[in-house]
């Protein structure tokens, strides 16, 4: 209940910020909407040629995208923003501020900062899904949609457990957010069915950086694709980081000095 | 001209240093520069072998080596002013260059010039990697692979010239990032970045051809892989010649009214 309400301040202070600078909303919509137009124009090309593409349908592609985007909305609003403002103040010593509230300091630092305009692509990803599963009508049904929705939820908890693990080893090593943007450029691979790749690209996707558990398994679930050893390992999986990167919180925050105190 | 030449060894040594201060970052561009081309090439071997490995005149082994091809081509020519450039008048950083007495555009050359000496290697080996495990198959047109080196440092021209007036707009808005992500859909598609263009829609490839765009990347990739004729190839180059001579006006002219608006932020 108290994160529920901690997330709302974050997000109340987000928009007092950005509220200032109205015009980032029409440039990050703009931005947004040619990102979707750009990806469903890949789409067609590729259509063009052929019915399906490793097995799924163009509307099933289309509805990995909707996944895509509301995901990558998900870390671009929460996630991103809040783990680079944690290791910022890891660096500069402003860490102690969080350490003093009376709040769980893990939770703190996981929602301290809120990206507004991402917001839009979880609204656009939204749609594009409906829209998507629309069209896909007959082949969704109450099994999928829970299913789906368990897969976002477990999905989440690796990507957001991934980063929180890379961001705490910034008490050990000072320079970590370059295995971040690699996160980033890596993700782009998730537009497309994962099942397409070779192996050793396809565990890389999985193991290395969770793209396939945060895109691929949920997008799965939805077209009824998913076998039970997918969604048990994704739910274990999920399970086990979240133990992990909590462990490893704590032994960071215990080495923690205070570079600025 | 001497002292162009020592300008540039000057800035060899300066970009040099500073880059192996940010391996790292250099690191991470690459991922994304290998990344992109190999995400293309598996979805087109995948429709190609789907549709009896045959998809408009390219088999998956063909679209391996145009892939590959397009990952060092894109290397070679790719420029990162279009984000240095907003960095530079935001922070005033342009000022100092602004006092020098040669025009700024040498610098960045010379930037970008040993940024890939010491890149391009390492590039190569890559796409040779990828090469065992994707079988490119490449036709041998011996004429062709000699014009080839020419039309890529054409292309490097091009693409150069053009990134940089775009960098320019800087001087206008602080908001680049809009623009930016408009180039580079333009650039996915209309470059061969995306797929060859023979494959996209015709009116595609009427506005690649009549822009800069596939004179940047595409041409000396098709011109590679033996899928010109002599006389397109004349065409290319001529037309690698049109865009090289509208781009040094360009970057004159916007050069000229961007100075004047600048009025140092932050300096």
């Known amino acids: 209940m108290s994160t529920l309400r901690l997330l709302w301040v974050s997000f109340r202070v987000g928009v007092m910020g950005e509220l200032a600078y109205r015009v980032n909303f029409v440039v990050q919509l703009f931005q947004s909407i040619v990102g979707l137009g750009t990806a469903l124009a890949g789409l067609a090309v590729v259509f063009a040629y052929t019915d399906t593409l490793g097995g799924w349908q163009a509307d099933e592609v289309v509805a990995l995208v909707g996944v895509y985007i509301l995901v990558g909305g ?20 402003t860490l102690d501020y969080v350490l003093t509230k009376p709040e769980d300091a893990q939770l703190l630092v996981s929602i301290q900062e809120v990206d507004i305009w991402e917001l839009i692509d979880i609204v656009v990803g939204f749609g594009v899904l409906v829209v998507a599963l629309a069209r896909l009508d007959e082949r969704v049904g109450v099994a999928q949609a829970g299913s789906f929705a368990l897969m976002l939820l477990a999905g989440g908890a690796i990507v957001y457990s ?30 497309w069915p994962i099942s397409l790749y070779p192996g050793w690209l396809r565990f890389g996707l999985t193991f290395l950086v969770p793209v396939a558990f945060a895109v691929t398994v949920p997008a799965e679930a939805l077209t009824g694709r998913l076998d039970g050893t997918s969604l048990w390992g994704a739910l274990g999986l999920a399970g086990v980081l979240l133990v ?18 | 001209m001497r002292a162009l030449l020592e300008l540039y060894v000057q800035q060899f040594k300066t970009s040099f240093a500073t880059m192996l201060q940010y391996r790292a970052s250099l690191v991470i ?12 090439l598996i979805v087109w071997s995948t429709v190609a072998r789907a549709s009896g490995d045959q998809v408009g005149g390219f088999t998956s082994a063909d679209f391996a080596a145009y892939f590959l091809v397009l990952m060092i081509v894109n290397h070679v020519t790719y420029t990162w002013i279009m984000y240095e450039f907003e960095y530079r008048v935001r922070e005033g950083g342009l000022s100092p260059v602004l006092l020098r007495p040669v025009h700024p555009i040498h610098n960045d050359v010379a930037d970008n010039l040993t940024s890939k000496m010491v890149s391009l290697p390492g590039m190569l080996l890559t796409a040779i990697g990828l090469g065992l495990i994707f079988r490119p198959d490449f036709r041998v047109v011996p004429w062709a692979i000699v014009a080839f080196i020419p039309s890529l440092a054409l292309a490097f021209v091009v693409r150069f010239l053009v990134e940089w007036s775009l960098a320019l707009a800087a001087f206008w808005t602080t908001r680049v990032g809009a623009l930016n992500q408009m180039y580079f859909v333009l650039m996915l598609f209309l470059s061969g970045q995306m797929a060859p263009l023979s494959l996209m829609p015709a009116w595609i490839q009427v506005t690649a051809s009549a822009l800069p765009f596939r004179w940047m990347v595409a041409f000396p ?15 290319g180059f001529g037309a690698q010649a049109i865009w090289i001579a509208v781009g040094l006006g360009l970057v004159r002219i916007v050069w000229r009214a961007g100075v004047r608006t600048y009025s140092a932020v932050g300096a």
């Open chain 1, 162 to 191: 991934f980063w929180l693990i890379l961001a705490t080893l910034s008490f050990w090593f000072v320079r970590v957010e370059n295995i971040l943007v690699i996160f980033q450029s890596m993700y782009e691979a998730g537009r």
């Open chain 1, 244 to 261: 992990v990167s909590r462990l490893l919180w704590r032994t960071g925050i215990r080495r923690y000095s205070g570079a600025s105190a």
């Open chain 2, 29 to 40: 561009w690459l991922i994304g520069q290998v990344l992109e081309p190999v995400i293309y």
């Open chain 2, 221 to 235: 990739i098709e011109l590679l892989l033996g899928r010109l004729t002599p006389a397109e190839a004349l065409i």
């Open chain 1, 74 to 93: 998900v870390i671009g609003a929460v996630i991103q923003p809040s783990m680079e403002e944690f290791i910022e103040s890891v660096r500069e010593g």
